[in-house]
């Protein structure tokens, strides 16, 4: 039987470094995901997170959805907001163009990214003849426009362009070393990638943040979707504990809870004090993970 001071070690941050949250958003496409978007702002804001992030759609599709979100969190909630910016299909003038909006309404992060090609992650990327190149171009070009918090991707289980380890850290570096603050992961399922990751990171000299991207699983179908989609892998173990539960809502909903504890709880164990949580808009399972690591509603 785990003794109270133990369990106390790990489920509360008393003793720890300040923790440091932030949650990712997408851009709303009807009135009603826009009135849930809202609400679960609403929910997530008073959790004083270091910034709320709103992606950009593929090509820059969510362009003027993504620079509404952001105005509106930065002026309506008092949160600061951070915008995504992905280089696909658009010339340096353009993109620096749309910086420019993101600094006007106030906008002082941003979410540096190459993007993908409108056919999926699986195609070689092209960047536009008068682009940027890749995501260390941008966040160079950006630090030419203004003093911006910029955050940039990490991969803890390799990029699937990336040809090797050393290419895919050496791009890490790249990225830190033209300016960005920290990198932001893409969701994992095994705390023991992101642990292997950062410790290779820093073995290759990169000393920034690598904030931990954590995926709550909503659902189980949709996020192994997205996960196959973006290189992710879904562990078998994982796979089990949600096998049959397609028409069980109820015990999808608290297996989802308890594997997203676990995966918080372990890494907070393991020294880890700043978490990105994919929101996929919704504030549940977030609430209680932010709870779980000590952090209430102010
Ligand atoms: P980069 O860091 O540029 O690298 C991509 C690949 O290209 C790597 O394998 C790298 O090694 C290789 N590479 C880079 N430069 C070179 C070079 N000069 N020569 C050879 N190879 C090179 N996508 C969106 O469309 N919108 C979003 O809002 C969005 N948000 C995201 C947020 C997070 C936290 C994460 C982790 C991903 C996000 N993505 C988003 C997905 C991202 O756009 C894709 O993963 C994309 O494939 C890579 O983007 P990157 O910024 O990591 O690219």
Redesign the pocket.
């Known amino acids: 039987m785990i003794d109270d001071d133990l369990r106390a070690s790990r489920l509360t941050a008393d003793k720890r470094p300040e923790l440091q949250i932030s949650f990712?958003f997408?851009p709303p496409k009807t009135d009603a995901m826009e009135e849930k978007f809202w609400e679960s702002i609403g929910k997530l804001a008073p959790l004083k997170p270091r910034f709320v992030?709103?992606?950009?759609?593929?090509?820059g599709s969510t362009r003027e959805r993504?620079l509404r979100m952001v105005r509106h969190i930065t002026s309506d909630t008092g949160v600061p907001a951070a915008a995504?910016?992905?280089?696909?299909g658009a010339t340096r003038d353009e993109i620096d163009e749309v910086v420019r909006g993101f600094a006007e309404v106030g906008v002082k992060s941003i979410?540096?990214?190459?993007?993908?090609p409108p056919e999926g992650?699986g195609k070689p990327?092209s960047p536009h003849p008068q682009g940027y190149?890749?995501?260390?171009?941008?966040v160079a070009g950006i630090r030419k426009l203004g003093d911006f918090d910029i955050?940039?991707?990490?991969?803890p289980e390799?990029?699937?362009?990336?040809?090797s380890w050393a290419?895919?850290i050496?791009?890490?570096k790249?990225?830190i070393d033209a300016g960005a603050n920290r990198a932001?992961?893409?969701?994992f399922f095994r705390n023991s990638d992101y642990l292997r990751f950062v410790d290779r990171a820093r073995k290759a000299g990169v000393k920034a943040p690598i904030v931990p991207?954590i995926q709550p699983i909503h659902s189980f179908k949709q996020i192994s979707g997205f996960a196959a989609r973006?290189?992710a892998s879904i562990p078998d173990w994982l796979a089990e504990r949600f096998e049959g539960l397609e028409n069980d809502p109820d015990t999808h909903a608290l297996v989802a809870a308890a594997v997203a504890a676990e995966q918080v709880t372990e890494l907070l164990d393991e020294g880890v004090t700043e978490f990105?949580f994919?929101t996929l808009n919704r504030s549940n399972l977030v609430l209680a993970l932010a709870r779980l690591l000590g952090r209430r509603p102010d």
């Open positions: 990712e997408f992030s709103v992606t950009y759609g593929a090509g993504t995504h910016l992905t280089c696909v979410v540096a990214l190459r993007g993908d992650i990327f190149q890749n995501a260390a171009d941008l955050s940039v991707a990490a991969y390799k990029h699937p362009q990336s040809g290419e895919d050496d791009n890490l790249r990225k932001i992961t893409q969701m991207g973006c290189g990105h994919y």
